[in-house]
């Protein structure tokens, strides 16, 4: 199975557990054309259905996770808590 066992709890979602770490893109486009990236950090629950978490230690994890991988891709992106969102940018624009 990959290197990995699946979650006895939850037979019927027998995915690699860090594909319980997902996300929620969120675009604003203004009135002025100008974009704004972000995210709402999510869980898969016990159900199999995304979980929204917000700022707390879940969404945290989801944050740190997102922060990894994005690194480990060599991708330099930037990352900032707003609220329960998190809000994506390029490094010139912090």
């Known amino acids: 199975m990959f290197g990995f066992e699946p979650d006895p709890e939850t037979p019927e979602y027998p995915f690699h557990p860090d594909s319980r770490t997902t996300i929620i893109a969120h675009v604003t486009v203004e009135r002025d054309g100008g974009l704004r990236a972000s995210y709402l950090p ?45 809000v994506v940018t390029a490094p010139t624009e912090r």
Do not use: K
Not at 45 to 71: A, K, L
């Open 42 to 86: 999510c869980v898969i629950n016990r159900r199999s259905q995304p979980e929204i978490v917000g700022r707390d230690e879940r969404g945290q994890q989801v944050f740190d996770y997102v922060e990894r991988i994005t690194r480990a891709a060599g991708l330099n992106a930037c990352f900032a808590w707003a609220g329960d969102e998190v």
